[in-house]
């Protein structure tokens, strides 16, 4: 298991942009898929994005594609949600997740991960 700490989350306007920030500690960071996920109220947890173990693979939702970017600082032990031209559909607590997975495999699905932070809001609203 890893620790996972959640950070960067707030209040922003349509079409504004956020970064989360997810610090792990605990075991090798390089062997852990990472994946961030969100759950806005009355709805259930959807997938937002992952990255393979070693940084080099990722996956997006067709919801947030070409909109977010995931990445792993290995330097600092965190993984990264860049967040450009939100919409109000956008808010909701959003998850950081991990997993060992020291291959190329890396799941999509929240049952898939073992480790789970605590949550930041991102609320986007004028």
């Known amino acids: 298991q890893v620790q996972l700490v959640e950070s960067g989350g707030g209040l922003v306007q349509p079409g504004g942009s956020l970064r989360l920030s997810c610090a792990a500690s605990g075991r090798t960071f390089s062997n852990y898929a990472m994946a961030w996920f969100r759950q806005a109220p009355g709805k259930e947890r959807e997938f937002v994005a992952a990255?393979?173990?070693?940084?080099?693979?990722?996956k997006y939702s067709d919801s947030v594609k070409g909109r977010f970017t995931i990445s792993k600082d290995m330097t600092k032990n965190a993984v990264l949600l860049q967040m450009n031209s939100l919409k109000p559909e956008d808010t909701a607590n959003y998850y950081c997740?991990?997993?060992?997975?020291?291959?190329?495999?890396?799941?999509?699905?929240?049952?898939?991960?073992?480790?789970w932070g605590q949550g930041t809001q991102v609320t986007v609203s004028s």
């Open positions: 990255v393979q173990g070693n940084g080099g693979s990722t």
């Open positions: 997740a991990a997993r060992y997975a020291p291959g190329n495999w890396y799941p999509t699905r929240d049952q898939e991960y073992t480790s």
